[in-house]
């Protein structure tokens, strides 16, 4: 059993390794010039190891998105819950945002590629499990938070799935449409900022049917 543990975590480990030296190029320039030579390499392996762990790159992109996702949905569970509604919905907005914008280049890149390419025809079955456990859990996890504002008389009363729809429809399209700005040199740090706060202040009308 110990033999067994040590093997899982040394694999993990690899796993690991592999997504962080891959994710570090990607961030340099174009996703689709990365080969998965460069990054054995950068990760001081096999080309041969890398694929005993990602059938493709797109695998690798896949573990990335998760990581990242995890990593936001985390800092939202952070917030607290006995704040305001206004207080707490501007908090989760600006922590969503916040993660979009500090990859904004790359993530721009990844996003038009996941939205584009074939990109979960190239997923094995186990990846694209996770990608579907990742998209149940986060619709759970933001149904819940709705489902709680909704029982205090904080927001409308109204299907939940429809709520959930048109908020993230808008906060996905507002940064989808900020990366594009940023990507032609049309916006800078003050505008990022302002365009934030214009959200949260749309997406709070939206939800609670107030005009303050």
Request: net charge negative; with cysteine.
């Amino acid at each position: 059993m110990a033999r067994s543990d040590r093997k899982q975590r040394e694999f993990e480990r690899r796993e690991r390794e592999i997504v962080e030296a891959a994710h570090a190029l990607f961030k340099q320039g174009d996703i689709h010039a990365v080969t998965i030579e460069q990054i054995a390499e950068a990760a001081d392996i096999g080309k041969g190891t890398v694929y005993k762990h990602f059938q493709s790159k797109d695998e690798i992109y896949a573990r990335i998105i998760i990581q990242l996702n995890r990593a936001m949905r985390a800092d939202i569970a952070a917030i607290d819950n006995d704040l305001p509604f206004r207080k707490r919905l501007d908090r989760i907005i600006e922590v969503i945002w916040e993660h979009d914008m500090r990859d904004s280049q790359f993530l721009r890149r990844l996003n038009i590629h996941v939205m584009t390419g074939n990109f979960r025809q190239n997923l094995g079955p186990e990846m694209l499990a996770a990608m579907q456990s990742m998209q149940q859990e986060d619709g759970e996890f933001y149904l819940q938070l709705l489902a709680e504002a909704q029982q205090r008389g904080e927001i409308v009363e109204a299907p939940l799935e429809e709520l959930l729809f048109c908020a993230s429809s808008a906060i996905d399209g507002a940064i989808l449409k900020y990366w594009f700005m940023e990507s032609g040199g049309d916006v800078t740090a003050a505008d990022s900022q302002r365009f934030l706060r214009h959200l949260q202040d749309f997406v709070y009308r939206a939800l609670t049917g107030r005009n303050n």
